[in-house]
């Protein structure tokens, strides 16, 4: 089987970080690189975050830094969403500091470049602002026809969890993921309609007790500061980003539609709003799909298999 290559841009966290080692050992694609963004944490902290885990996982895969701040959104210098994901973006998880150098080119860069190299074939899973991809976008003109499939997490069809219409992540940069969604390149969207019912449970948790490699390390390192999170009344043990990856690669566990999406970037209540034309009134033409069903005890099944894998060395 060919594996999928793949770009994970990230702004590591902690539910980012159990995408990332599910997206290691998941055995239908490949990773060509980790690209960080400013986002749950400030950026000094996502990047690191990004060559720690690889390098503890042992993984030989480049780290590329990103952008530090959104093109125009609300930037703030300390801890974005560190009452979620701790002030270094990784709960209590402390890894040992890499060793390796962070890639020579910057995000958007490697992303034009591993583009290009795979000539088309290339998909990224986006579960952070999307500043990186946008600003790819605006270098390279010619990048919408090289990128086969965008997976994101970010938006949603109704609600929002920074304000009570927008989702984080679409919060953090609009305008980027304004020029995103304008780019013709098919994506599918994954947002807190299904997100927010993907919730590992202590079972799941306890199953991966056993796992004793790095990667089970982490992950139920991660589950348990979710969990105690959750006691202290904030965020279940949502895993927002691993099921972007899910979409990609398991798309059995949701349902989709295909829907015209854009972003609202005026609007003094509706800012960061992902507008999902459902039911069709725009007479604009679909350019997402739409995830918003889940089944999550299948989600979750398959979540920890991912990390099961770790054990076979996929
Ligand atoms: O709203 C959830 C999203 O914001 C997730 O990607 C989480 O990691 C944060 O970035
Ligand atoms: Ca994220």
């Not at 962070?102 to 470049?113: D, N, P, Q, V």
Request: hydrophobic share 45%; with cysteine.
């Amino acid at each position: 089987m060919t594996k999928r290559p793949f770009i994970i841009d990230c702004d590591t966290g902690t539910d980012d970080a159990i995408a990332i080692v599910a997206a290691l050992y998941c055995p239908e694609i490949r990773v060509k690189a980790i690209t960080s963004v400013n986002g749950n944490v400030p950026h000094k902290y996502t990047s690191w975050n990004n060559l720690n885990l690889v390098e503890y996982l042992g993984k030989d895969i480049p780290v590329a830094k990103g952008a530090v701040k959104p093109i125009i959104g609300p930037f703030v210098e300390e801890g974005n969403a560190s009452g979620v994901h701790g002030s270094t973006g990784l709960g209590d998880l402390e890894l040992p500091v890499a060793k390796r150098e962070f890639a020579k080119r910057i995000a958007s860069e490697l992303i034009y470049e591993m583009a290009v190299e795979e000539k088309g074939e290339l998909e990224l899973l986006v579960i952070g602002p999307m500043t990186n991809i946008a600003i790819a976008l605006l270098q390279h003109e010619d990048l919408p026809g090289l990128i086969k499939h965008i997976w994101f997490m970010g938006g949603a069809a109704r609600g929002g969890n920074v304000t009570p219409t927008a989702e984080f992540n679409i919060w953090v940069d609009p305008e980027a993921a304004h020029v995103v969604l304008r780019s013709g390149i098919p994506m599918t969207m994954v947002g807190l309609d299904v997100t927010e019912k993907a919730a590992m449970i202590e079972e799941d948790a306890a199953e991966l007790h056993n796992v004793d490699t790095p990667a089970g390390r982490v992950v139920t390192h991660l589950l348990e500061f979710m969990f105690h999170r959750r006691k202290t009344g904030s965020e279940a043990a949502l895993m927002h980003d691993a099921l972007a990856l899910a979409s990609a690669v398991f798309p059995q566990c949701l349902k989709c539609e295909d829907c015209f999406v854009d972003v609202e970037c005026r609007g003094t209540y509706s800012y960061g709003h992902t507008f999902v034309d459902r039911r069709k009134q725009t007479g604009k033409a679909p350019n997402v799909s739409v995830a918003l069903e889940i089944d999550t005890p299948m989600f979750r099944k398959w979540l920890v298999e991912m990390v099961k894998n770790s054990a076979k060395e996929v």
